[in-house]
């Protein structure tokens, strides 16, 4: 199989050394000297993957596991969380700073985040009822004075779209944010909840349906149907729980500083570089 070794400066080659010792490296592609490829001579089962996982930690590297079916070439759609993914922030715990409810609201948050809280559109119902009252005008304190980007997101949108590839954000956070956001980096496609706001204030409800994590996942198999692929010419990245519908099955998933229940399922954990590392793969 091939895993694929991520650095923010070069990779050690004491890092590969102590790979082939106990797994025997069959073959090395450098791609830059941030991004090397090896083959190895077995397949890994779980525990020998958080154990090269936990070996990378200690080189402050990403290792990440190519499945079978990840073709570089391929790859159309690249998938994207926003919230703790492609920006820094969690919007909704932001907004409920305005009225001294951040820490009741991002409670629940982190509770869904982990996969404590299965059912995402009740959960985000419960919090978002009480930003009742808030002016609307916070949305836009939020942008300007606390939402930034995420290491590496730029580079991640420039480059993708150099090489053709559709950027779809899809978010159980607000549009507010996600139109801001294609607006700047000229993203081909978002999709998130609407909040409703009446006489310049949010009523605590939210219009039409949730996007949770199988709406999610319907809007990167919908993308793909209408490019004419499938799933596997998909990479999607996300933090938390309700992005694993849409990163099952993706020719590649990723997490990005994610939630534990993520990392476990992803094909690769980014802890230490940047949103657009993977772009060496292609």
């Not at 993203?187 to 009523?203: F, G, K, P, Y």
Request: hydrophobic share 45%; proline share 2%.
């Amino acid at each position: 199989m091939q895993i694929a070794l991520f650095h923010t400066t070069s990779i050690q080659e004491q890092l590969i050394r102590e790979i082939d010792k106990s797994h025997a490296i069959k073959a090395r592609s450098i791609k830059t000297n941030k991004t090397i490829v090896l083959e190895l001579n077995e397949i890994l089962d779980l525990e020998q993957r958080s154990h090269l996982r936990n070996l990378g930690v200690l080189h402050q590297t990403d290792i990440g596991f190519l499945p079978k079916h990840f073709a570089p070439g391929n790859i159309k759609v690249l998938a994207m969380d926003m919230d703790s993914t492609l920006i820094n922030i969690e919007c909704i715990d932001e907004i409920a700073d305005a009225v001294g409810k951040k820490k009741e609201v991002s409670e629940i948050t982190e509770a869904a985040m982990r996969g404590e809280i299965k059912d995402f559109s009740e959960s985000l119902r419960r919090r978002v009822a009480l930003l009742e009252g808030v002016p609307a005008s916070s949305l836009e304190g939020v942008f300007k004075e606390r939402l930034r980007l995420n290491l590496g997101a730029r580079e991640l949108i420039a480059g993708a779209h150099q090489k053709g590839i559709h950027t779809l954000l899809v978010s159980g956070g607000f549009t507010f944010f996600t139109q801001k956001l294609q607006d700047e980096l000229g993203l081909s496609e978002t999709h998130a909840n609407q909040l409703e706001i009446i006489n310049d204030q949010l009523t605590g409800k939210v219009l039409g349906n949730i996007v949770d994590g199988a709406a999610k996942a319907a809007y990167v198999e919908a993308r793909c149907l209408a490019l004419n692929t499938n799933k596997h010419a998909a990479v999607t990245m996300g933090d938390g729980s309700n992005d694993l519908p849409m990163m099952h099955g993706a020719g590649l998933s990723i997490g990005y500083r994610a939630k534990p229940i993520v990392k476990e399922k992803a094909d690769m954990a980014f802890d230490h570089v940047g949103l657009d590392a993977w772009l060496d793969l292609l």
